[in-house]
């Protein structure tokens, strides 16, 4: 194949040996029951071959060719290539939903075909037979046992053949449609789903494109050829029946028509010289030709054409020699030029019993004067059914050839572009949805170079162009997640360092930045998790809230240390000083925006360090906001500070018991503490005293 082939890939060389294999075993099993005179056709066991083997496509290929090659034997195949069509379908839809892995689907494999093949070969024996053959209760019962036995051995040849092969090359030449990767029935499924999910099915518009080009066009050439048919078999008509006009002519002697005018009488006891036997010369002309319905001599007047003989049969009974009959309105617009005695063309009336093409042949004497004309009938409605059985040749023939036209098409469409864009689509979009997680991305970007598109043409080439696009957008993303990665640690890194420079100063809060920070992440996912403030409990606002917690007593470091380290109680002086530390947080921090762009985390730090000491009910400082005009960062930050205060020495007191620091708080709730804050916190007990147990044993 190779040799012959040497342009074609290696999977177009399997499908196309494997078309070649089926149409030859087709053809050569047919002639040979042909010719040994059976009652069997065997010329679907390279069709249920091809389509076992390579799928639905080569199968029709395989049908198709089959019946235009078997049909030099016999003319009438051709026409039955739709049977050998339905064959190859259902060949394949068995193979392709693996239905031979229960055995007894074998033995309804084979019914089905018989059944099918039976009844489509029924329908168009009838259809293509005379007088209803097809219809015969004996023909019916011989033609369903002859195809019942002629698709068992068809496909028990068939399974033999394909048992032979072993199953690496079957997967291999099955595989060969594929130009990519091939896909699992999951995998198309899903592909399918992915398209329609997505607003529309590629495959089903090409479907439908195809469908309509096809159909259209098989219609417009049908109607085509059957109208060049019938057209030309009307002027073959026309031909014909102008020759019967001439021929009967010659058979009248002109010098008698005025004789059987003047004689006149019966017609069937006329004895007058020739007249009996013109008209039985007549009548075995229309007896010859079926068509020829009858012949007239008449003599053509203004207000009527007289007859003056026919092979009428009830003139010939009824009728008197000059009997006047009117026009044809047809006829009786060429009245003038029968009135003048000129040649006629051939013409077409319509009469109770059908169309009829008229010819009329002039009878003249030794002068040239037009005597009569002799008329000839000839039925046009026979032509309008060698019409009829023209345009159903016509389609039987061509719906093997729509199917193959429809099955190239899909076949095309679908393993060059719907499988290879649909699978790009899908890997694509789980690319797009893996942007936030770098081993999905990479999962992504292996699953896309796994596609192996390779359909020689520009689609390949985007296809390349997506693998490389996705492969350096990953590991961009890769970079940018290292470098984040490494700014967040030395953001956190100078908040921690700002926050020790504050704590370093005061010497009795160890570890308060790391214990408020785990705090506050407690009460944070607390909230989420019970859905309060939903709106304003996003991730992003959890993590800024958590990272910047440390900075929350950044306004200290303007706090004297006397006044900070002060081991008595602060004077009325010394705690408005202390107060200002919040204010001067928030001065701090709003300097620390303007410096870095307005990061968000540096928000919430100037709102914890602004108002983490106000109160639910207003009487906090400095501004003495309430509810939920207070910032949520800060609110959150109210509950972990001072319970964080109350469970730690300070040298001013020494470190309360949980319980009543707990107690404090629960009494707190809805005064100086957000209710729902305490609620959380209150609840994850656990999680605090695990906090609390790892700071003391440090």
């Known amino acids: ?114 059944f099918v093949s039976a009844v489509m070969g029924g329908i168009f024996m009838w259809l293509l037979g005379d007088n209803g053959e097809g219809l015969n209760l004996n023909a019916l019962e011989i033609n369903f046992i002859s195809h019942m036995l002629d698709k068992s051995i068809s496909c028990i040849l068939v399974y ?14 099955w595989n060969a449609r594929w130009r990519q990767k091939p896909l699992s029935d999951d995998e198309i499924k899903a592909v399918h789903d992915f398209a329609i999910a997505n607003g529309g099915s590629l495959r089903a518009r090409f479907g439908i494109m195809l469908t309509v080009a096809a159909l259209s066009l098989g219609l417009i050439m049908s109607w085509i050829s059957m109208r060049t048919y019938r057209e030309n078999q009307m002027d073959v008509s026309k031909e014909q029946v102008q020759k019967f006009a001439n021929m009967a002519s010659k058979h009248v002697r002109s010098y008698l028509v005025g ?64 009997d006047k009959y009117s026009y044809d309105d047809t006829i009786k617009l060429k009245k003038e030029d029968l009135l003048a005695g000129k040649e006629m063309e051939v013409v077409t009336c319509q009469r109770e019993d059908g169309y009829y093409n008229v010819a009329f042949e002039p009878i003249v004497d030794e002068n040239g004067q037009c005597l009569a004309y002799v008329c000839v009938d000839l039925a046009a409605d026979e032509e309008n059914g060698f019409v009829g059985r023209y345009a159903l040749n016509t389609m039987l023939a061509f719906s093997g050839f729509f199917i193959l036209i429809l099955g190239y098409g899909q076949t095309i469409s679908g393993h060059y572009l719907i499988y290879p864009i649909g699978s790009m689509a899908k890997c694509a979009q789980k690319f797009v949805e893996g942007v936030k997680d770098q081993e999905q991305m990479d999962e992504a970007v292996r699953n896309l170079r796994k596609l192996d598109i390779r359909t020689d043409d520009e689609l390949e080439q985007l296809y390349k162009a997506i693998c ?46 790391q214990k408020t920070a785990a705090y506050v992440k407690i009460i944070a996912e607390g909230l989420k998790r019970k859905g309060y403030y939903a709106e304003k409990m996003t991730p992003k606002f959890i993590t800024d809230v958590v990272t910047s917690a440390p900075l929350h007593d950044i306004g200290k470091i303007n706090i004297p240390d006397a006044i900070l380290n002060k081991p008595g109680k602060l004077s009325e002086e010394e705690f408005e000083v202390m107060k200002g530390h919040t204010t001067a947080g928030r001065i701090i921090m709003e300097s620390a ?18 108002y983490h000491h106000e109160w639910w009910n207003g009487s906090g400082y400095p501004e003495g906001l309430h509810g939920q005009v207070i910032p949520l960062s800060a609110r959150i930050m109210a509950v972990a500070d001072v319970f964080d205060a109350l469970t730690s020495p300070r040298v001013y007191k020494p470190a309360f018991s949980v319980e009543k620091s707990l ?36």
């Open 259 to 322: 004789k059987y005018l003047k004689d006149g009488g019966a017609a069937d006891s006329y004895t007058g010289d020739r007249y009996q036997e013109t008209v039985t010369l007549f009548e075995d002309m229309v007896d010859v030709y079926e068509a020829l319905k009858r012949i007239e001599l008449c003599k053509m007047e203004e207000d009527g054409y007289r007859v003056i003989l026919s092979t009428d049969l009830t003139f010939q009974k009824e009728g008197m020699i000059g």
């Open 1 to 114: 194949m190779g040799i012959l082939f040497p342009q074609m890939n290696r999977e177009r060389r399997i499908r196309a040996a494997i078309v070649f294999v089926g149409i030859a075993i087709n053809v050569t099993l047919y002639s040979v029951v042909t010719n040994l005179g059976w009652s069997l056709y065997l010329d679907t066991v390279g069709t249920i071959m091809s389509s076992a083997l390579a799928g639905i496509f080569p199968g029709i290929v395989t049908a198709v060719l089959t019946n235009l090659l078997c049909s030099i034997q016999n003319p009438d195949s051709f026409y039955y290539a739709l049977v050998n069509v339905a064959m190859a379908i259902m060949t394949a839809w068995f193979v392709r939903n693996r239905k031979y892995e229960i055995k007894y689907n074998y033995l309804l494999l084979i019914l089905s075909l018989g």
């Open 468 to 513: 490389e696009m996705a492969a350096g957008t990953s590991e961009q993303m890769r970079s940018i997640r290292y470098l984040a990665n490494a700014t967040a640690q030395m953001q956190n890194g100078l908040i921690i360092t700002m926050a020790d420079l504050v704590e370093n100063r005061d010497s009795d809060t160890g570890f308060h930045v």
């Open 663 to 698: 107690e404090i708080i629960r009494e707190g709730s809805g005064k100086q503490f957000d209710p729902k804050c305490v609620e959380v916190f209150l609840e994850a007990i656990p999680e605090v005293m695990r906090i609390l147990k790892k700071y003391r044993e440090m």
């Open 160 to 173: 033999f053949i394909v048992r032979i092969i072993p199953k690496d090359t079957r997967q291999e030449i």
């Open 593 to 610: 925006i303007d410096t870095v762009n307005g990061q968000n985390y540096l928000k919430e730090a100037r709102n914890m360090a602004a």
